[in-house]
């Protein structure tokens, strides 16, 4: 199994003008991992598929704004200088 | 030939009148990785590709003209009853000045649509890896789309359109693979 | 003929319905070209062909036309032509 949506923290310099995201996001759907489709895989019931845009679970990849989302110590800088300002971990 | 039918692909809905919204929609409609850009590439490239994989690329380039379509849905509805003052308070005062309500192929930033946005290289695998980047170039277009709006039907079309992106871009992988394999070499030589 | 809401909700259901339907064919035909063989993904395409098949008739009776060119039937007058046009719904 595989995650969606990879973090990373990006080096942070007191020189930066506007208050720093301390960790930045990029996507990884499923076409990344899945390989030829093998034949057989499970599917969605018509309107479900219609729905999610796609005929199987396996190629459905979620996607929601990541900056209105609070996990992994908030994409948005919170307003607190906790962490070092110059990690890049 | 095409056959048009009387129905979109998906049933697009929007909640909100928000021509703004418009404006920053017609990426998808007349920008580098839109959907007309889409369409045309792969039409256009299957009729150079080998036969094993014209079959893909004709039908996901059939698909991108629903797509066209939607997003077509999208500014139609979002523009339609706006007023000159509406339209100009969104920003889209230089398109109302030359276009009025009329959907127009340019991009976000008012730059017409241009062939260049695409390519055919004659080489399969070129061709084939230039569509993997353009499906993904268009997912990550859907992305920030849906970044810049909390309308929740249009967010829902916009949705759909990125994970047909991703199925595609699939397809496309897979065509590549099909391309590797040497059973056809063998008859040949 | 005359667009009541109930006319209009009823359009809505079996329009999605028909939508549901040929997205599932939709996915089935491009899984199809990169996987020729898989015979039980064919023998559920001829079925939901036939699915398809039975939704647009009854549509058409109700909706008029939902093909040009000679792929549907036809009323007097020519009702092809007349809105909502899929964009307007």
Excluded at chain 2, 90 to 96: I, K, Q, T
Excluded at chain 3, 17 to 32: G, K, R, S, T, W
């Amino acid at each position: 199994m595989y995650t969606y949506r990879k973090a990373y923290r990006p080096f942070v310099s007191p020189n930066d003008p506007c208050p720093p995201m301390w960790v930045k996001t990029y996507e990884t759907p499923p076409q990344l991992y899945l390989g030829f489709q093998p034949y057989g895989m499970p599917q969605f019931p018509p309107m479900e598929a219609l729905r999610w845009g796609t005929l199987w679970p396996a190629l459905f990849a979620p996607y929601s704004n990541p900056y209105k989302q609070k996990r992994m110590g908030g994409y948005r800088w919170n307003g607190q200088m906790n962490g070092s300002r110059y990690t890049n971990s | 030939m095409w056959v048009y039918e009387k129905k979109l692909q998906y049933p697009v809905r929007v909640n909100k009148c928000d021509p703004r919204m418009a404006k920053f929609l017609i990426e998808q409609y007349g920008g580098a990785d839109g959907e007309l850009a889409a369409a045309l590439r792969y039409l256009n490239q299957r009729y150079t590709l080998p036969d094993r994989v014209i079959g893909i690329v004709n039908d996901i380039g059939t698909e991108e003209l629903a797509h066209l379509e939607m997003i077509a849905t999208m500014v139609y509805k979002l523009t339609k009853d706006a007023t000159a003052e509406q339209m100009k308070e969104a920003g889209l005062g230089p398109h109302y000045a030359d276009h009025d309500k009329a959907l127009y192929f340019h991009n976000a930033a008012g730059v017409p649509f241009t062939a260049t946005y695409f390519n055919a290289k004659g080489d399969p695998i070129t061709d084939l890896y230039e569509d993997i980047a353009a499906e993904e170039k268009a997912r990550a277009t859907y992305q920030w789309l849906i970044n810049m709006t909390d309308d929740p039907d249009l967010k829902d079309g916009l949705q759909f359109l990125r994970e047909r992106e991703v199925v595609h871009s699939q397809r496309f992988r897979e065509a590549v693979e099909i391309l590797k394999e040497e059973r056809d070499a063998k008859r040949l030589f | 003929m005359e667009w009541t809401d109930e006319r209009f909700k009823v359009y809505q259901q079996l329009m999605k319905e028909i939508q549901a339907v040929d997205f599932v064919l939709v996915e089935l035909n491009l899984y199809l070209d990169t996987h020729p063989n898989d015979q039980q993904a064919v023998e559920q395409y001829n079925d939901y062909v036939r699915q398809s098949a039975a939704l647009k008739s009854r549509f058409q009776s109700m909706f008029g036309p939902l093909y040009g060119f000679g792929n549907s039937y036809t009323t007097c007058p020519w009702s092809w032509k007349e809105a909502p046009w899929p964009w307007q719904v």
